[in-house]
């Protein structure tokens, strides 16, 4: 008995399968939710659900071309090029961009309305993947780390002046990957001190950001409202709205379509759209979206576990946390645990520049199985 050794390549089929799945889904809950408001804003019912599905098919060429054709080391390459031009787009959106709720976070170009803070998400797990890789074991002291996690907080912190949602995901991707790369214990209960310090510390701090005027009025009025909703009825209008969608789903829910909380509640196609598919699927549907996020999740554990080198298992790593951490947070301002901040729902919600972008990592991640290679024994009788 002889055997010979193959190399096959692995490419990740049911990472695509359920990312197709999910984005599918959400332009099935995106037109329910959105179709009655784009009526009655005479833009057509259909309006909002073929933007995003343009965005979507757009979306999965990137995905494609990524994950096929181009090797993910040329990111280490061009990190800081990337970081550049993400902090250009949002120092100009800052100054000039077009107003939406209340502060400047989109840059029109040929008529398609762009959210330039997006592309901050990427280019933090590009460079802070290319940082740990060459730099990671030199991170344990407090300064260094203090010195990487800079390269995050200062953007984070000129995006949280127009959109503090975003800041939160850019700063949060940079903590997860220094979490996951750096072995000090100290920096682990620093990190989870700090997390629960910002969770209970979030009303008094935003009294007190209230006084410094360092935040703008609606992003403090968000806080205040979450933890005293019966002072701020109009402000906590579409979270009440959204509790009660959740709690009239029940278990199976109204049926898909049958929503009754989307004919008043703002913005329902948005960061708000969980709440309508509870209404319509019930607690089950709820859940079974929650399984997917998961189940993806698990999926690019195992292609970052298998990676052939550090860089390519922290990029996706890096992904892992925006998603999760992106899912997590959407389904906590919907179930009123955290202040509303307008998070999407990765891969559901309306918003083009975020789908693209989630695709686009998604097609790194393939590229980083793809270049994966299985040792296959192949056995042969003399």
Known sequence: MAGKRRLKR?????????????????LLMLYSASSYTAERDNLGEMFYLKRQALFAGF???????????????????????????????VIVTSLIGV???????????????FQPSELMKPAIIILFATLLTHKGRKLDGFVPMLKAAAWALVPA??????????????????????FVAVKSYKYHLMLLGGGIAAYLGAYPLSLLLQKMKVLHGYQITRILAWKDPSSYEDETFQTLQGLYAIGSGGIFGRGLGESIQK?????????????????????VGGLGVMLVYALILFRLYEIAKNAKDLFGSLLVIGVMSHIALQAILNIAVATNSIPNTGITLPFISYGGTSLVILLAEIGICLNVSYQTTLDESISSEK
């Open 59 to 89: 979306g999965f060429l990137v995905m494609l071309f990524t994950s096929r054709f181009i090797d993910y080391h040329i990111f280490a390459k061009l990190n800081l090029v990337i970081y550049a031009i993400a902090a250009v787009a």
């Open 10 to 26: 692995f490419y990740d089929i049911s990472l695509v399968v359920m990312v197709f799945s999910i984005t599918l889904f959400g």
């Open 157 to 178: 912190a000129i995006i949280a002046y127009t959109n503090l949602s975003t800041a939160m995901i850019v700063a949060g991707i940079a903590a997860f990957m220094l």
């Open 99 to 113: 107003a939406s709720h209340g502060s400047n976070r989109w840059i029109v170009i040929f008529g398609v309305r």
């Open 263 to 283: 004919f008043i509640m703002p913005e329902s196609q948005n960061d708000m759209i969980f709440t309508i598919i509870c209404e319509e699927l019930g607690f």
